[in-house]
């Protein structure tokens, strides 16, 4: 998986509670992004990073938040979970180099949410 | 894992058969297109790539061409096996959109024994 971890791996978690999953990378790539994959969808974007502090919002980032504070750790945070943020989170990191734009992907988090 | 296969459009082939995904994409301004594999379970693998003054592209085993007409992309492999089992997903990057993809929804390919 390219040097990219995920953790936790698997969460259950309640209604109302915050959630944060980490993503971390050894390639020193300098975008981070993360998605969620549901039924029906394809990969939808949460939020990505272009460097550190460096922050921007995709297509679904309501109730979410995410921090980098490092170039190798991108948080993605739930401030107060729901049912419908039931999901599979996934981090990616691309470099643009040569004109490709390549993503790499991690393995994946399953969160519930009850 | 195994729910991404579920709702999506299948492709069920012959073990040795080749096989074709499809993909139409929207915006006539993307520039640069990706195909990747998502086995169950797994993050999603980069498969081949093509930019938007390439009509083909070939790596091995696979090939994707480009239909810049018609905005339809399509994945060919060759003497599908086995392990070739899984989701395939088309994305685009809009021309100007800083390393962003847009992502398709996917084709479960099935390859029967």
């Known amino acids: 998986d390219a040097g990219i971890t995920q953790s936790p791996r698997h969460k259950v978690t309640e209604t109302g509670t915050p959630v944060t999953l980490r993503c971390h990378q050894t390639e020193n790539h300098r975008y981070m992004y993360w998605y969620r994959q549901d039924p029906g969808h394809g990969l939808r974007l949460i939020h990505y990073s272009y460097g550190v502090k460096d922050t921007d919002k995709g297509e679904v980032s309501d109730g979410y938040s995410v921090s980098r504070s490092k170039t190798e750790d991108f948080l993605l945070t739930l401030e107060s979970a729901t049912s419908s943020q039931t999901s599979v989170y996934f981090c990616?990191?691309?470099?643009?180099?040569?004109?490709?734009?390549?993503?790499?992907f991690g393995p994946g988090t399953r969160l519930t949410v009850t | 894992g195994e729910s991404v296969g579920l709702h999506l459009p299948t492709l069920s082939v012959q073990e040795g058969d080749n096989s074709i995904i499809n993909c139409a994409y929207s915006n006539s301004a993307s520039d640069y297109f990706i195909w990747y594999k998502q086995e169950s379970g797994k993050g999603p693998q980069f498969i081949i790539d093509?930019?938007?003054?390439?009509d083909k592209r070939q790596g091995q085993r696979v090939t994707v061409l480009l239909n810049k007409t018609v905005k339809h992309l399509s994945l060919q492999i060759a003497a599908t096996q086995p392990g070739d089992s899984a989701v395939y997903f088309c994305a685009e990057k809009a021309r100007g959109a800083t390393n962003k993809l847009i992502f398709g929804t996917g084709t479960l390919l099935a390859v029967q024994p």
């Open positions: 990616a990191i691309s470099e643009s180099t040569s004109g490709s734009y390549e993503q790499y």
């Open positions: 093509i930019r938007s003054n390439m």
